[in-house]
């Protein structure tokens, strides 16, 4: 069985930062591409990052370019995402989610992740 185990949020001012991880099981974490996902009230679940089998590629959505770094440690089998200089339109439930591709290229889609986490809440008061 799969499992992905998200760290908890938090509370951050605006400007500040934040590192979230990701825990998987059940599956060969160092084969698979890893995506962090967001969705906030209202909205549809939008992409923030993603990072390839062997952590040597990532993408980004553009308005995250320069404060926010995914990052895997294929030992721990554990993905992470650190927010800098953050936003109050940063606030959003966070999800890790996990794909079978092992390359960004094509960049996957949300339909192309199988396997999510619960979603953590990180909240950016201004």
Do not use: H
């Not at 825990?23 to 679940?45: C, D, H, I, L």
């Not at 995914?70 to 606030?91: C, F, G, H």
């Amino acid at each position: 069985q799969v499992q992905l185990v998200e760290s908890e949020g938090g509370l951050v001012q605006a400007g500040g930062s934040l590192t979230l991880s990701c825990v998987v099981s059940g599956r060969t974490f160092s084969n698979y591409v890893m995506g962090w996902f967001r969705q906030a009230p209202g909205k549809e679940r939008e992409f923030v990052a993603a990072i390839n089998a062997n952590g040597g590629s990532t993408r980004y959505v553009d308005s995250v370019k320069g404060r926010f770094t995914i990052s895997r440690d294929n030992a721990k089998n554990t993905v992470y995402l650190q927010m800098n200089s953050l936003k109050p339109e940063d606030t959003a439930v966070y999800y890790c989610a996990s794909s079978p591709r092992r390359s960004l290229v094509p960049l996957p889609l949300i339909r192309d992740y199988d396997y999510w986490g619960q979603g953590t809440q990180v909240t950016v008061s201004s």
